[in-house]
């Protein structure tokens, strides 16, 4: 691996070799078909299995690329892009803003299928707990 993370902001830098599959990844986005809605970057849409960017380990999906070789990736179109990629040579100077990890507090859909709370654990939780409100409702 070679490169570097500069503080918290979860700006790295990747250096990537070609290999006979390319870089090993693909991109989407650009200012003609933003993936992000008011977002006009590129983004890595798949890491190819055994490709440099997986070998390399750091690289990930939802990752937004913010430079190669330098040139900023702001305000161009996909196909433009996918040229600089194409044309950036044997080895790969990438500038990327990682996604951030999700953590337990965020959204139920983000948590792994085995942290998930079964149905039968909620509903042991909710009907009893509506029961005892329905009873003193009607106590009154």
Do not use: C
């Not at 070799?17 to 006009?40: C, E, H, T, W």
């Not at 690329?65 to 040139?71: C, K, T």
């Amino acid at each position: 691996m070679n490169g570097s993370v500069h503080g918290a902001s979860g700006i790295v830098d990747i250096r990537l070799k070609r290999g006979p599959a390319g870089l090993g990844f693909n991109i989407v986005g650009g200012l003609d078909q933003q993936y992000v809605l008011n977002d006009s970057g590129i983004y890595v849409a798949k890491i190819k299995e055994n490709g440099a960017a997986a070998q390399d380990g750091r690289l990930q999906e939802g990752d937004k690329i913010l430079e190669i070789n330098g040139y900023r990736l702001e305000n161009l179109p996909h196909s433009a892009a996918v040229d600089l990629f194409r044309t950036a040579g044997e080895e790969v100077h990438l500038r990327v803003l990682q996604r951030p990890l999700l953590n337990q507090n965020g959204p139920e859909n983000s948590r792994p299928d085995s942290e998930s709370p079964s149905l039968g654990v909620l509903a042991a939780i909710l009907v009893p707990t509506i029961l005892l409100a329905a009873f003193w409702y009607f106590k009154r």
